[in-house]
């Protein structure tokens, strides 16, 4: 009867070979090493035999360097290939159930939640200049004269957790710095949407009539109050 | 002293409160918001557009109104200008303001027939409330003639002008169906027999029609009644 071959479970040596090869520091204790392991799907899978150290590599530079399989099976040490034929190795090193089972899992984890975008988004739009900028008062060395001056201040927006709120930054040839911001328009636009306020059918509906009370004078509103008494007195 | 804020407040608390006694009273509705209008009346200074106020002193309205809030099956002997169908048009507006998702189906002998009654009569009525914090933004269908032949209202009631028809009618489900003139209408009897299932589900059939002598559904129904006459109706009474 045939028996499957069981894989040893992969030493701690082992997996940290593979951190290493990742790039990731590894002088750990035990404690916070098991955490890593059996949380990350692809050391897990790793440690478990599922994969092999190659395919943990592979999955790892896919995931890191824009999903091109090619290039993950080019770092991840394929070797004795043509170029071309790495596209058709990593593809149909995709393709195991196993590895696609991890980079979904993998993906999932490091997707955005729609709560995230959004807060996301709400920063962008509510992201205030003077975050950026600093206000300091020089004096001028011919007259004495105070004035004051509008810096940017990065130091002052790394402090408040706002530098990634910059989309441009940039150093002209006489030292002078300009950025820009993260399109605020575009967000409130997105945040908009999300809140349905350009369906026409989800709009909500004000009555006119309820504008015209609403706008009524003060002397009006009392008459119509009184109006509104009697009627709620009277029976018919 | 209130502030502005506080003033508006409670005066749309106090609209709130009319609108609760509106929906649990509908004659005092009809006498305080809705308006008619009769348009073979001469223009007087009195009423230059031929708008009137609702006819309160009318006392059969009122025990009319009170018929059709009891029973599921109501038939009206009628005559002409006795604002009957303005009765039966306040209380549809009535009910699919007060009501949501109520289905209200108007049906005359023919479409442009029935669009009549519920563009100037239904539609007419909810945009000339007396006060204009009570109309409220209904969505209008023109039928082919152009007339107004469906209304709906923002809590997903309707009202819904049909030509007669028993076929019609059974594809639909309908809180309330009003057959206007039924006397004059050859599909009457099929229009009950595919209504009569839906009166037994809890919707309400309102017959109503002048004379057309002694073979109408209606003549039919008053006879088996034991009401031939007025006499008969005098008789029944006492």
């Given at each position: 009867m045939f028996q499957e071959a069981k894989m040893p479970e992969r030493s701690k040596r082992d997996v940290q070979d593979l951190l290493k090869a990742l790039s990731i520091n590894c002088e750990i204790d035990d404690e916070v090493f098991e955490l890593v392991a059996s949380t990350n799907p692809t050391i897990k899978a790793y440690r478990g035999g599922e994969i092999t150290f190659q395919e943990a590599l592979f999955i790892e530079y896919y995931l890191s360097n824009?999903?091109?399989?090619?290039?993950?099976?080019e770092a991840a040490n394929y070797s004795g290939l043509s170029a071309g034929a790495y596209g058709t190795v990593g593809r149909s090193v995709l393709k195991k159930p196993a590895i696609r089972d991890i980079l979904s899992r993998r993906i999932a984890a490091k997707a955005l939640t729609s709560d995230e975008i959004l807060a996301e988004w709400s920063e962008i739009a509510k992201a205030d200049m003077t975050d950026f900028m600093t206000v300091r008062e020089r004096e001028d060395p011919n007259t004495g004269a105070i004035y004051s001056m509008v810096m940017p201040d990065l130091a002052k927006a790394e402090r408040l957790g706002r530098l990634h709120l910059m989309k441009k930054f940039k150093v002209g040839a006489t030292g002078e710095i300009s950025f820009e911001l993260r399109d605020q328009d575009k967000a409130l636009e997105q945040?908009?949407?999300?809140?349905?306020?350009?369906?026409?059918?989800k709009m909500l509906t004000i009555a006119p009539g309820i504008i015209e009370l609403l706008s009524q004078s003060p002397e009006e509103r009392r008459a119509t109050l009184e109006q509104y008494e009697s009627l709620l007195e009277s029976d018919d | 002293m209130l502030t502005d804020r506080e003033e508006a407040a409670l005066l749309l608390i106090q609209k709130e409160r009319l609108d609760e006694e509106y929906a649990a009273n509908p004659w005092k509705f009809?006498?305080?918001?809705?308006?008619?209008?009769?348009?073979?009346?001469?223009?007087?200074?009195?009423?230059?557009?031929?708008?009137?106020?609702?006819?309160?002193?009318?006392?059969?309205?009122?025990?009319?109104?009170?018929?059709?809030?009891?029973?599921?099956?109501?038939?009206?002997?009628?005559s002409r200008r006795m604002m009957v169908s303005w009765l039966l048009s306040a209380y549809f507006v009535h009910d699919a303001r007060y009501h949501p998702n109520s289905a209200i189906f108007y049906m005359s002998e023919t479409e442009q027939k029935?669009?009549?009654?519920?563009?100037?009569?239904?539609?007419?009525?909810?945009?000339?409330?007396?006060?204009?914090?009570?109309?409220?933004?209904?969505?209008?269908?023109?039928?082919?003639?152009?007339?107004?032949?469906?209304?709906t209202y923002?809590?997903?009631?309707?009202?819904?002008?049909?030509?007669?028809?028993?076929?019609?009618?059974?594809?639909?489900?309908?809180?309330?169906?009003?057959?206007?003139?039924?006397?004059?209408?050859?599909?009457?009897?099929?229009?009950?027999?595919?209504?009569l299932p839906m009166v037994q589900n809890?919707?309400?059939?309102?017959?109503?029609?002048s004379s057309d002598g002694p073979i109408g559904i209606l003549a039919?129904?008053?006879?088996?009644?034991?009401?031939?006459?007025?006499?008969?109706?005098?008789?029944?009474v006492a």
């Amino acid at each position: 009867m045939f028996q499957e071959a069981k894989m040893p479970e992969r030493s701690k040596r082992d997996v940290q070979d593979l951190l290493k090869a990742l790039s990731i520091n590894c002088e750990i204790d035990d404690e916070v090493f098991e955490l890593v392991a059996s949380t990350n799907p692809t050391i897990k899978a790793y440690r478990g035999g599922e994969i092999t150290f190659q395919e943990a590599l592979f999955i790892e530079y896919y995931l890191s360097n824009g999903f091109r399989a090619g290039r993950a099976a080019e770092a991840a040490n394929y070797s004795g290939l043509s170029a071309g034929a790495y596209g058709t190795v990593g593809r149909s090193v995709l393709k195991k159930p196993a590895i696609r089972d991890i980079l979904s899992r993998r993906i999932a984890a490091k997707a955005l939640t729609s709560d995230e975008i959004l807060a996301e988004w709400s920063e962008i739009a509510k992201a205030d200049m003077t975050d950026f900028m600093t206000v300091r008062e020089r004096e001028d060395p011919n007259t004495g004269a105070i004035y004051s001056m509008v810096m940017p201040d990065l130091a002052k927006a790394e402090r408040l957790g706002r530098l990634h709120l910059m989309k441009k930054f940039k150093v002209g040839a006489t030292g002078e710095i300009s950025f820009e911001l993260r399109d605020q328009d575009k967000a409130l636009e997105q945040i908009a949407r999300h809140l349905g306020m350009f369906e026409k059918d989800k709009m909500l509906t004000i009555a006119p009539g309820i504008i015209e009370l609403l706008s009524q004078s003060p002397e009006e509103r009392r008459a119509t109050l009184e109006q509104y008494e009697s009627l709620l007195e009277s029976d018919d | 002293m209130l502030t502005d804020r506080e003033e508006a407040a409670l005066l749309l608390i106090q609209k709130e409160r009319l609108d609760e006694e509106y929906a649990a009273n509908p004659w005092k509705f009809f006498c305080q918001q809705v308006r008619t209008v009769d348009e073979s009346q001469h223009i007087t200074e009195q009423s230059r557009d031929r708008i009137y106020n609702w006819p309160r002193h009318h006392q059969y309205l009122r025990e009319l109104l009170a018929v059709l809030q009891n029973e599921p099956l109501v038939g009206v002997p009628k005559s002409r200008r006795m604002m009957v169908s303005w009765l039966l048009s306040a209380y549809f507006v009535h009910d699919a303001r007060y009501h949501p998702n109520s289905a209200i189906f108007y049906m005359s002998e023919t479409e442009q027939k029935s669009a009549f009654a519920v563009d100037k009569r239904c539609r007419f009525i909810e945009e000339h409330l007396r006060d204009p914090a009570f109309r409220l933004p209904i969505k209008t269908m023109k039928t082919k003639t152009g007339l107004i032949g469906h209304i709906t209202y923002p809590n997903d009631s309707y009202i819904w002008a049909l030509a007669s028809g028993g076929d019609v009618l059974r594809q639909y489900t309908a809180t309330k169906i009003f057959v206007d003139e039924c006397e004059f209408q050859a599909e009457a009897p099929a229009v009950v027999r595919a209504a009569l299932p839906m009166v037994q589900n809890g919707a309400q059939l309102v017959l109503a029609s002048s004379s057309d002598g002694p073979i109408g559904i209606l003549a039919e129904l008053a006879d088996a009644c034991g009401v031939r006459s007025y006499k008969d109706v005098r008789r029944l009474v006492a």
